[in-house]
């Protein structure tokens, strides 16, 4: 399970106090109006940016003491952050090995997650010679075959067309089924994610306002908050 319990951040212009627990195994989606906190809650966990006080774990580890590279988790952010100069196949090699020396069987693991992912046959290509939603199944691929426990997707998809968009929501569905992994990913159109999340956090003003079933969130007490929120967007 992840565990964020009272973690407070402050900025001369922006406060922040992170409360939610998402289970192992869990997609959590976390909607909110921008600027209200979303991707610094995803940059805390990952270790950008750290709380001046309470307590975040991973299955009962915590995570606060361990820098960005050492914790077991792994983030795609909105502009996939891919290196134009490397291959795909050594763009997503760079989630197991840095240096890009690879054994035979890591060699394998990253060919299977590009098959995984839809691209295989693409190994070779540059980034520069993709679509948008090929370089975020690329970005996607890297973060999996990490093998980390902890996946966090900062509005990976929000470049993407409407029928792209929700294709890649159901890829990311598709394929925490094959390997237990959590995740936690941000996501302006809810409407998107409603039906594959297992849990939903509304996120504003620097907290989390609510976390249920999505069908609870969606259609409670904050559903026109949430509507006109996410509109905003």
């Keep these: ?25 869990a997609l959590c989606a976390v909607v ?4 209200g906190g979303k991707t610094t809650l995803l940059h805390m966990i990952a270790g950008f940016e750290k709380p001046e006080s309470g ?3 991973l299955n009962g580890q915590s995570l606060l ?8 988790v792994a983030i795609v952010f909105q502009d ?35 098959e995984a992912v839809g691209l295989s046959g693409f190994e070779k290509r540059r980034p520069g010679e993709m679509s948008g939603g090929q370089r975020q199944r690329v970005a996607l691929a890297r973060a999996l075959v990490s093998g980390r426990p902890l996946i966090l997707l900062d509005e990976p998809f929000s470049s993407l067309d409407p029928g792209l968009r929700r294709d890649m929501v159901r890829l990311v569905g598709e394929l925490r089924r094959r390997r237990p992994v959590t995740i936690v990913m941000t996501i302006h159109t809810p409407e998107d994610v409603a039906d594959l999340a297992d849990q939903m956090a ?16 969606l259609n409670g007490p904050l559903a026109s908050r949430i509507a006109s929120a996410v509109s905003d967007s």
């Design 1 to 25: 399970m992840l565990a964020i319990e009272k973690c407070r951040l402050t900025w001369p212009d922006f406060e922040a106090d992170y409360t939610l627990n998402v289970e192992a195994g």
């Design 32 to 35: 909110g109006p921008s600027g």
């Design 55 to 57: 307590t975040l774990t």
């Design 65 to 72: 003491p361990l820098e960005p590279s050492k914790r077991p």
């Design 80 to 114: 996939h952050n891919l290196f134009p100069h490397l291959t795909v196949a050594e763009n997503v090699a760079l989630g197991l090995r840095p240096s890009l020396r690879m054994t035979p069987e890591e060699r394998r693991a990253v060919g299977e997650m590009l």
């Design 202 to 217: 509304f996120v504003a003003e620097g907290r989390v306002i609510a976390s249920g079933p999505p069908a609870a969130i």
